[in-house]
């Protein structure tokens, strides 16, 4: 198995908790600021986006997306200028993803919003806290920490109806992969992968150890996953047809906050303690 490599390093002013990509890396601090870096990672623009600790922070087409304790979600320009303020969604939100052109939503109150153009789409109340999101249209996946749910939604028909299509074990983080699902499993050591279609009924094709203590991370691109915990272990795998097969791993001593891979062979990692990696694989 090939081992994974520093290409570079910095230091971020303050603790890291959350990353975003969008041919610029964003990292959220737990002081509320956002501060922005190349692929090289040389500094770009740096914003104070809220009070206190970003939960939450996802990139698109040229936006920014971020969450607090304030309860909605803000949207900035590429440069830290702020395009829009979200109304809260009745709880804190902790998991945001883009899909497309719309932004989705989720807090600790089970309320999933969908945004397109910064106006309110569809609402959905999926009853439990959502830590994690990923949307495979027209599937939804929320995790929490037992279950993974599948509803069905379509916002062009209904702004608040929903079905639930399936229930399975595991919680967050999690990520689509093309025609594949990646749940971490229960006990938050192992990754499961499923088939992400409702003809199998989204059957667990594969398991595995990623982690010898709480998994906090996991990132897709293009056909390999990036996991990263508690261990301070980042580890690559290949997704190869039903089974997860190692492709390199290296020990960074610290506890990963959040990773978020650009590339099949390329991820940035923050870790505690404000350090910033790129990691390359072989």
């Known amino acids: 198995m090939s081992a994974l490599k520093i290409e570079a390093e910095i230091k971020v002013e303050s603790e890291p908790c959350v990353v975003a990509w969008d041919n610029t890396l964003y990292v959220g601090t737990e002081t509320g600021a956002i501060f922005s ?38 949207v900035w320009s590429a440069k830290g200028d702020k395009i829009a303020e979200l109304p809260p969604t009745g709880g804190d939100i902790g998991a945001l993803c883009v899909h497309e052109n719309q932004l ?16 309110v789409k569809a ?6 806290e959502v830590k994690d999101i990923s949307l495979k249209p027209p599937y939804m996946f929320t995790a929490r920490d037992l279950y993974v749910t599948v509803t069905e939604i379509k916002p062009e028909e209904s702004k608040t109806r929903f ?41 667990k094709l594969h398991e595995v150890k990623v982690s010898d203590m709480i998994l906090t991370s996991l990132s897709v691109s293009e056909d390999h996953a990036w996991t990263g915990g508690w261990d301070g272990v980042v580890r690559r795998w290949k997704i190869a047809g039903d089974q ?12 990963v906050n959040a990773l978020v891979a650009i590339k099949s062979d390329v991820a940035y990692v923050v870790l505690t303690g404000g350090r910033l990696v790129c990691l390359k694989g072989a």
């Open 123 to 128: 609402k959905y109340q999926v009853l439990e």
């Open 244 to 255: 997860l097969q190692p492709a390199g791993e290296i020990n960074l001593g610290v506890c």
């Open 104 to 119: 989705i939503s989720g807090d600790e109150s089970g309320n999933v919003v969908i945004y397109e153009n910064n106006k």
């Open 37 to 74: 870096y190349d692929k090289n990672l040389s500094p770009g623009a740096d914003w104070i986006a809220h009070e206190s600790q970003v939960f939450a922070l996802s990139a698109a087409n040229g936006f920014v997306y971020s969450s607090s304790y304030d309860g909605g979600v803000r």
């Open 163 to 203: 079905t639930t299509r399936h229930t399975m074990e595991g919680r967050a983080p999690l990520r689509v992969a093309g025609t594949r699902l990646l749940v971490t499993a229960r006990g938050a050591n192992n990754l499961q992968l499923h088939d992400a279609s409702i003809d199998t009924k989204f059957k």
